[in-house]
């Protein structure tokens, strides 16, 4: 049994967290980037711990005025990339 202490695994979370925001900051959505909801072009990447999130425009703005399921993405984000300017 291998023992690892908390300081351990909260560096590691700490440096997978910075190697994601790196990695955002470094990202641009392309068309061929996906809404999960209905298959449009994603302009908004959330990013999670473990997964990704895609949205259009149209469904992240229907997230965003919906305070709980708003508030519940927030709490599941660790990044988001938003690229809604490029709307034409």
Sequence with gaps: MV?????????NMQSTLEKTQEEI????????DRCDQCGSQAFVLVVGAENELMFCGHHYK????????????VDYM?????ERDKIK
């Design 3 to 11: 023992k690892v202490s908390t300081q351990q695994i909260r560096g």
């Design 25 to 32: 900051k470094n990202r641009n959505l392309d068309i061929n």
């Design 62 to 73: 229907l997230i965003e005025n919906n305070d709980i399921v708003f508030a519940k993405l």
């Design 78 to 82: 660790v990044e988001v990339l938003d």
